[in-house]
């Protein structure tokens, strides 16, 4: 049993037992579908809950010598959780928020839900400035987001055409729907990309179409990142590593978070960016072929050379004339 769903049970048990004086332990547990066990252990929690103060008056009392005697269930002293929800600005302005940016992402048949919500929030967070406030997120168009939302419902493969930034290249691949999210004002997917075979984050404003397979997702043994402060504060202890791209390797500074950018003559650009994973870079580096070059730190990009001067020493063994 985790914390989680103990905190959600306790919060539907003390309304039922307000309704159900008197309830047998029984009874109460078949109705919520755990043990008596179980139940005396929410009762024990229960019994240390209550107002700020934590004085006798302010902990909702419960008939333990009821409940150890008889098996029966009386609870007071709880009268307060029957009084109307009142939200501060600040708590009211949050949730609006979330809940408009929850709509940005969410597919056609999913934003009549949060509209209701959002009417209901507004209605009661009073004289809270709700309309001071708006959201601008930039994800895909409605018919690619229900498509991605339907994905995740029936947790199956979607088939994407993805848009990389600022080359003349358009990729389609298998992916395994993971989650959708917001993030500095742009919506993601992040999903198991069958073709990199690696965990993949993709801009749903440049997803060009998604068809919804029946095949089902696979399990993957992967960590999501915690984004809760966002790209950066993720990789705020890697190294940096500035890199020269070519023109043709631009996209690079769109597709990854960088701390600097400037303007080459040549049309390319310079970027710093932070490395976590030297791999990472190495596989980088050897998928641009020449198109990056790395300035600082030194040796920073030796591994990516080695792994290339390896293959051109396997294929010249490998196509060396005979004899």
């Not at 107002?51 to 333990?64: H, K």
């Not at 098996?71 to 949050?94: C, F, K, M, Q």
């Not at 729907?177 to 440049?206: I, Q």
């Not at 966002?230 to 960088?258: I, M, Q, R």
Request: with cysteine; hydrophobic share 45%; proline share 5%.
């Amino acid at each position: 049993m985790t914390s989680q769903a103990q905190v959600r049970r306790l919060l539907s048990l003390v309304p039922y037992l307000r309704e159900h004086d008197g309830a047998a332990m029984a009874d109460v547990a078949k109705a919520f579908g755990i043990s008596v066990r179980t139940l005396r252990e929410d009762l024990n929690v229960l019994w240390m809950c209550g107002m700020p103060g934590l004085t006798p008056g302010d902990l909702i009392d419960i008939d333990m010598d009821a409940v150890e005697g008889e098996g029966v269930i009386h609870l007071s002293n709880a009268d307060y959780l029957t009084r109307p929800l009142r939200l501060s600005t600040d708590e009211a302005l949050a949730l609006v928020l979330g809940l408009r940016t929850l709509r940005e992402i969410a597919g056609p048949g999913q934003r009549a839900a949060v509209d209701r919500a959002l009417r209901k929030l507004e209605a009661a967070s009073g004289s809270a400035p709700t309309d001071q406030a708006s959201v601008s997120v930039t994800a895909a168009q409605d018919e690619i987001q229900a498509r991605i939302a339907e994905g995740l419902q029936r947790q199956v493969q979607l088939d994407l055409t993805y848009d990389v930034a600022s080359r003349a290249e358009t990729t389609r691949r298998m992916v395994d729907p993971l989650r959708v999210f917001v993030l500095e004002g742009y919506g993601y997917l992040e999903a198991w990309c069958h073709s990199a075979v690696a965990l993949r984050t993709f801009r749903l404003d440049r997803i060009a179409a998604v068809e919804v397979t029946d095949l089902p997702v696979e399990a993957h043994d992967v960590v999501l990142k915690d984004l809760t402060k966002g790209w950066f504060e993720t990789l705020k202890d890697a190294p940096l590593v500035t890199l020269d791209l070519a023109p043709e390797a631009t996209w690079v500074a769109e597709y990854y978070p960088t701390e600097a950018t400037s303007a080459r003559p040549d049309g390319g650009l310079t970027v710093t960016l932070r490395v976590r994973d030297p791999g990472w870079l190495r596989g980088l580096l050897l998928g641009l072929r020449g198109g990056a070059t790395v300035v600082a730190p030194a040796g920073a990009g030796d591994s990516a050379a080695e792994a290339a001067q390896e293959a051109l020493d396997q294929y010249a063994v490998l196509f060396a004339p005979a004899g």
